[in-house]
Nanobody
Framework: QVQLVESGGGWVQPGGSLRLSCAAS????????MGWYRQAPGKQRELVCINISSGATHYADSVKGRFTISRDNAKNTVSLQMNSLKPEDTAVYYC?????????WGQGTQVTVSS
């Protein structure tokens, strides 16, 4: 049974940084695409960034240059370093892993950026 456990959310002032982590268990995730999505109040869930099994990454335009995704296949973890945070980054952030028809979500962690 696949489980994803996120940690690292919280409150930060604009311009600050946070690091999110996701620990995955229940499979060999080296072949999975691992990524982060977010959902702000009243909005649809959107892609933040992904790390494909090959190591290639893709970022939403809104976070390019500020966010960095990394993964450790030996530990089955994926992390998201968020710098220069803006109020519009406020959302619940979800860890996601997918491979072919398999698609799993974490429970979400709140990130609030405000002064």
């Amino acid at each position: 049974q696949v489980q994803l456990v996120e940690s690292g959310g919280g409150w930060v002032q604009p311009g600050g940084s946070l690091r999110l982590s996701c620990a995955a268990s229940g499979s060999d995730f080296s072949i999975y695409t691992m990524g982060w999505y977010r959902q702000a109040p009243g909005k649809q869930r959107e892609l933040v960034c992904i790390n494909i099994s090959s190591g290639a990454t893709h970022y939403a335009d809104s976070v390019k240059g500020r966010f960095t995704i990394s993964r450790d296949n030996a530990k089955n973890t994926v992390s998201l370093q968020m710098n220069s945070l803006k109020p519009e980054d406020t959302a619940v952030y979800y860890c996601n892993v997918k491979y072919r028809s398999e698609n799993y979500w974490g429970q979400g962690t709140q990130v609030t950026v405000s002064s």
